[in-house]
């Protein structure tokens, strides 16, 4: 019964603002009923797991409007239209940190079920000072470079991080888990 039985009849946008929106569609489905579905309409991105060759991940502190709170995430960010996830991923790093590393994919996965935005899990190793950090206008951010250990255990295992499905792909691509 794969997707074939399925086709989209018609898709409104509800609503849209900073590169995310829903969209109500609807799909003729496999039984000849009509669903609807409430999807998210978003840009991809991509997230680093960024290393330095002294073995500290760079993290970013913020605050998050989503649960009102300072947390911690891997740099990273949209993927911009046409842009190649390799090159949002050392943009997001040196934008974000000021750091540039030789940068590598460890995995691709959709954002989840109701979304069209994939997540490009990445590392960067060998990260070392480039430039001052240049943040988008409304990012207060604060760069943390951590010791790995502290990192995975106080940082992944107590949800202080945005970022914990990239975070454990990188790291376990780096063989470092």
């Known amino acids: ?5 399925w086709r989209e009849l018609r898709r409104e946008p509800i609503h849209s603002a900073y590169g995310r929106g829903t969209d109500r569609v609807t799909f003729a489905l496999p039984d000849g009923r009509e669903g609807v579905y409430h999807l998210a309409n978003e840009y991809s991105a991509a997230t680093v797991v960024a290393l330095t060759p002294d073995r500290r991940i760079l993290l970013t502190r913020q605050f998050r409007p989503g649960p009102q ?8 960010g949209v993927v911009e239209p046409g842009e190649a996830p390799e090159h949002a991923a050392a943009r997001e790093l040196a934008e ?19 979304s ?62």
Request: aromatic share 10%; glycine share 8%.
């Open 96 to 114: 974000e940190t000021g750091y540039r590393g030789t940068v590598e994919l460890a995995a691709a996965a959709w954002h989840d079920a109701y």
């Open 116 to 177: 069209n935005a994939r997540r490009y899990a990445f590392v960067a190793t060998d990260c070392t000072p480039a430039s001052r950090p240049a943040p988008d206008r409304d990012e207060f951010i604060e760069v943390v470079p951590m010791p790995l250990a502290e990192f995975r255990a106080t940082v992944l295992r107590r949800g202080l991080l945005t970022d914990v499905g990239p975070a454990y792909l990188g790291l376990d691509h780096l063989g470092l888990l």
């Open 69 to 76: 709170a300072l947390l911690y995430e891997l740099p990273g």
């Open 1 to 5: 019964m794969g997707d074939a039985h």
